[in-house]
């Protein structure tokens, strides 16, 4: 690791940051120049090289000459000036097994998957829809079972004359909506109401296609996407991310992001008692991997299961991607 170390340093000088405008925070020189220098095939990581520490490497490079450091504040150093004419880097050449792997062929971009959220009809709500070529076991939309009900009322002249607001139930919306046994009194509520109570007396299903439309969906049980700061010896921070693989999110891309942004080492594990397995980036990125959590999921068609919100908490170091909410807790 301490060549590595090494080889990414001195090929960045010659590579992307051979015009670089000095000076430069040592920190973003190594997430911005050095972890992408390094070989396809490695993984740069500072903590298993004998330095342990970027610091304790860059003095090494500075007592050989080949930059000046100078600390900027306390505990924050920046690069002010690179002897280009260093033997060092005028000898300095690619390794070998430094080289892009040959892409065989242009692949097509794989497409984002297809999340749908689906009701299943239950004997409960069954008679609400039997006029519309619907029957117990069949999947709808929230946007269809909007439509049928609304027909539904519609049909019946069942929507309040004194405020459109609101439904007065007759006995088949009663009995579905309610239950049986609530006597001859007259149930009058809002057509949000009526939405709501609809839904919670179906099943609800969620279907993943991973490319195409939605033509044979496949259900999916749709766990949160898990996002915890646990504490490892040395009382070292650790972020661990669970249950990416169930929203076809591709684990080893997302680990090399997480990697270059936020220049930590990562690792994928099987996690026990797990669908999927489970990602853990060092130090708690918790900021860093809500955002771009953001901009996958955005990506992602899903069809009415989420909506986007920040929000912060006082609980745990905690992330839950939530049904019906994407709630990134973030803690300060």
């Given amino acids: 690791m301490d060549e590595l170390l090494r080889y990414c340093f001195l090929k960045s000088w ?16 190594f997430r911005l120049h050095m972890v992408p220098a390094c070989p396809s095939r490695y993984t740069l990581d500072v903590k298993k090289s004998s330095f342990k520490k970027l610091g304790a490497f860059l003095k090494v490079m500075t007592q050989s000459g080949v930059i000046t450091i100078r600390e900027q504040t306390k505990g ?12 060092d880097l005028k000898h300095f050449h690619l390794r070998e ?43 709808l939309s929230a946007q269809n079972i909007r439509q049928h009900i609304t027909e539904y009322v519609k049909q019946n002249n069942l929507q ?33 109401e009526v939405m709501q109570k609809c839904l919670s007396r179906m099943t609800q299903t969620f279907h993943l296609t991973a490319t195409g439309p939605l033509t044979q969906p496949k259900p999916v049980k749709l766990e949160p996407i898990d996002i915890r700061v646990n504490m490892r010896s040395g009382n070292k921070k650790v972020t661990l991310i669970n ?6 999110i591709d684990i080893q891309d997302f680990a090399k992001k997480c990697q270059h942004g936020v ?3 990562t690792s994928i594990n099987e996690a026990p008692g797990k669908k999927s397995r489970e990602l853990l980036v060092q130090g708690n990125q918790v900021d860093f991997i809500a955002k771009l959590l953001q901009g996958i999921l955005r990506s992602i068609r899903i069809e009415s299961i989420f909506t986007y919100s920040c929000a912060k908490i006082a609980s745990n170091d905690l992330l839950h991607l939530v049904n019906k909410k994407v709630q990134f807790s973030v803690i300060d």
């Fill in 243 to 248: 249950n990416l693989e169930l929203f076809q």
């Fill in 97 to 139: 097994d430094d080289y892009e792997e040959p892409k065989p062929e242009e692949k097509k971009e794989k497409e984002s998957p297809h999340i749908r959220e689906l009701y299943k009809i239950t004997a409960h709500v069954a008679p609400i829809f039997k006029n519309y070529h619907c029957k117990k076991g069949d999947l």
């Fill in 160 to 192: 309040d004359p004194n405020n459109p607001r609101f439904v007065t139930l007759d006995a088949t919306m009663h009995d579905a909506l309610i239950g049986a046994g609530g006597g001859s009194e007259t149930v009058n509520i809002t057509w949000e």
């Fill in 76 to 87: 924050v150093e920046t690069i002010v000036a690179v002897n280009l004419e260093h033997e």
């Fill in 263 to 265: 220049a930590a080492s």
């Fill in 14 to 29: 010659k590579t992307s940051a051979k015009k670089l405008a000095l000076p430069v925070l040592t920190s973003n020189f």
